[in-house]
């Protein structure tokens, strides 16, 4: 990593700074070598040369495509701009910028808890240097368009470009699900027939540009900041499933679950079945308090671990976090009033947490340049409950939600089902993939319309075709 620069006297040459400027306008290397040796003078005693520029101009390949061929070449001056502001970036940054704003090569190189811009993050050194990246680079962007991609999504002011799109994938997942089991009610192996077969669709499945054009390397780059978390989280994702499976048999507790739920009504003249949305966030913790002996006996019987009340209770507000998320992931639901949760989603959410405190193995957050955050899945979820720190792992929430999914399934009979629906959403998130490689923002928007229209429909025409083959 280079050290400090010695600095003489800013430059007064403008052309390198970013600005609104002419976007016909060009220059070369060779030029912007000598405006940098002005500008910071030598860099560990040597003179700023083009070659000095290498690793600044291999990442710009790497991550947005733009090759520079020579010292000579005339290019647009938006690009030389965007290889000047990552130079000086990297150059007096403690960290190193390069590596660590690189694409991730492969599943092992990504994480799920790359720093994202409007969440409380780790670290916040990382998210303070993208931030001022990312400002940087919209001073040459024409404001409406950074407009349209900070709305692309919805208005959702909390959320990154990048959680908006973890959301929206979300969405639309749920749609499609949605479409086949209404139509596949009751047939799971049907329901798991479709679920594979628009998999291998989405696997083929690629937004590509019908013209040859790239927008100004700027945009490139702002583009491909905002959504690199989500690049981390679509090639991280697949293995970070499997690894975090449920590693034994789940029990059944149809039978049991239906004699508590009679048990419970006592002297009605009818009872809610478990998989009757009767709960909510604010009143789940009633199974608990007024039905020990019995919750545990259904947590026990879904992990084969002996359970006690005094275990179930110290997960009581691990569960509520969780059972948060999944009223929002699935139901677009912030109301803790809303009667959006059944009693095995409750049993489900227990079980996650009590699996992991006597079964899980370990999991380690990580990103480029991190400190040590432990191993313990639960400590670093706690961490999470913290009102002053409320930040929440992303590859920690997901082996609790997982977990939670693998077990309503196996509950309601579905599990062949659920791993077919597993499938489908890795092979979605390959096309997604392809949709942010465009790095132009009205490319992008249009991919994403493009991507979810034809996802949709189809779903809807493998059911109709499966309804006139029935008749």
Not at 70 to 93: A, C, H, M, W, Y
């Amino acid at each position: 990593m280079a050290q400090e620069p010695t600095r003489t006297p800013l430059a007064t040459n403008p052309k390198f700074q970013f600005s609104a400027a002419d976007p016909s306008e060009t220059a070369t290397l060779g030029e912007l070598a000598k405006h940098l040796e002005a500008e910071v003078g030598k860099v560990n005693g040597e003179q700023i040369t083009p070659a000095a520029l290498k690793r600044t101009l291999d990442f710009l390949q790497k991550s947005i495509g733009v090759e520079v061929a020579g010292n000579n070449q005339s290019l647009p001056i938006s690009t030389l701009k965007t290889v000047r502001l990552l130079f000086l970036t990297d150059l007096e940054s403690s960290r190193n910028v390069l590596a660590m704003l690189t694409p991730p090569e492969t599943a092992d190189d990504a994480t799920m808890q790359f720093s994202s811009v409007t969440t409380i993050p780790r670290d916040k050194d990382a998210d303070t240097l993208i931030k001022g990246l990312s400002e940087t680079l919209e001073l040459e962007i024409d404001p409406e368009r950074v407009r349209m991609f900070a709305r692309l999504l919805g208005d959702r002011e909390a959320h990154s470009v990048a959680e908006k799109l973890l959301l929206h994938v979300e969405r639309t997942n749920d749609e499609v699900s949605a479409i086949f089991r209404e139509h596949f009610r009751g047939d799971d192996a049907a329901l798991a027939q479709a679920f594979c077969h628009i998999a291998m669709q989405m696997d083929q499945f690629r937004v590509e540009r019908t013209e040859d054009l790239n927008p100004p390397a700027s945009e490139a780059m702002y583009t491909y900041l905002q959504t690199l978390p989500f690049r981390h989280f679509i090639q991280h994702y697949p293995i970070h499933l499997q690894e975090t499976r449920i590693q034994h048999d789940i029990g059944d507790i149809h039978d049991v679950a239906d004699r508590f739920c009679r048990l419970a009504a006592g002297d009605a003249q009818w009872h809610h079945g478990p998989s009757s949305r009767v709960f909510s966030v604010s009143t789940f913790h009633h199974l608990l308090s007024e039905w020990p002996d019995q919750m545990c006996d259904l947590v026990a019987k879904a992990t084969s671990i002996a359970t006690n009340i005094k275990q179930l209770k110290g997960h009581e507000d691990r569960a509520r976090r969780l059972l948060v998320s999944y009223a929002y992931r699935s139901f677009d639901c912030t109301d803790p009033s809303a009667c959006v949760l059944t009693v095995y989603d409750v049993v489900a959410a227990l079980a996650s947490f009590r699996y992991q405190q006597a079964e899980g193995g370990e999991y380690q957050p990580y990103w480029h340049g991190q400190t040590a955050q432990g191993k313990s899945p639960q400590r670093l979820f706690d961490k999470g409950l913290n009102p002053r720190d409320p930040h929440q792992h992303q590859g920690v929430m997901q082996i609790y939600l997982n977990r939670f999914y693998e077990y309503q399934a196996a509950f309601s009979g579905t599990t062949e089902s659920y791993h077919a629906w597993m499938r489908y959403q890795v092979a979605v998130l390959g096309a997604y993939l392809s949709v942010v490689d465009l790095k132009d923002i009205t490319a992008i928007s249009a991919g994403l319309s493009t991507l979810n229209f034809y996802n949709v429909n189809l779903a809807k025409d493998m059911a109709i075709e499966h309804y006139r083959m029935e008749r």
